[in-house]
């Protein structure tokens, strides 16, 4: 299945459940952690048989990926990985609870370039602010990009938010799970690089 490269952000409000995340996983006590834009979700699937110890929730705003993927979790069986269809721009405070997630993903996001549509980029100093409430101390943001300016932007909406420490003295030298996307795999057996942020909540 191919991703469409772009999907305005704008056209997606409401989450289409909110689910009950206590009945959703087989051990709910397990961490929760949180895909924004899983697209295809090659990521979130293998995360989620890599790291059965920790439950996983996928946010994605195109539509065709979600009964897709869902299918995809359903045949494997996996009772640790759930999907749905939701703005993380707008969702959160609908979705999750304060103080309730302890690891947010975000891979490869829309770089958005063109300048009347940067508003559209996930990842910017509102997103951030509304994300720190549902983080629980210690918890951690891994984000990738292959887009220099892209990270920059990001890296320095961070800084700029007292909530987040950088991990690293710039970029994470590797992908904190071993698991890459097909874009990160299609850049870096170009040679290609990619930027990677790893910050920490520190409440």
Sequence with gaps: MRARPHCNPFNVREPAERPDWTKVFANPGQPLDLEIGFSTGRFL?????????????????????????????????????????????????????????????????????????????????????????????????????????????????????PEYQNKHALYAPENFAGIATDIEKYQLERGRPVYRLVFGFTG
């Design 45 to 161: 699937l293998r995360y989620a048989r890599n790291f059965p110890e920790r439950n996983i929730a996928g946010l994605e705003i195109r539509g065709k990926f979600i009964e897709y993927v869902k299918n995809k979790i359903s045949t494997a069986g996996l009772t640790n990985a759930y999907a749905l269809k939701a703005n993380a721009g707008t969702a959160l405070a609908k979705l999750f609870a304060p103080r309730s997630l302890s690891r947010v993903i975000i891979m490869f996001p829309d770089p958005w370039r063109k300048a009347g549509h940067l508003k559209r980029r996930v990842v910017n100093p509102d997103f951030l602010a509304g994300l720190a409430k549902h983080l629980k101390p210690g918890a951690e943001l891994h984000i990738a990009t292959d887009q220099k300016e892209l990270a920059e932007d990001m890296r320095a909406a961070l800084l700029a938010a």
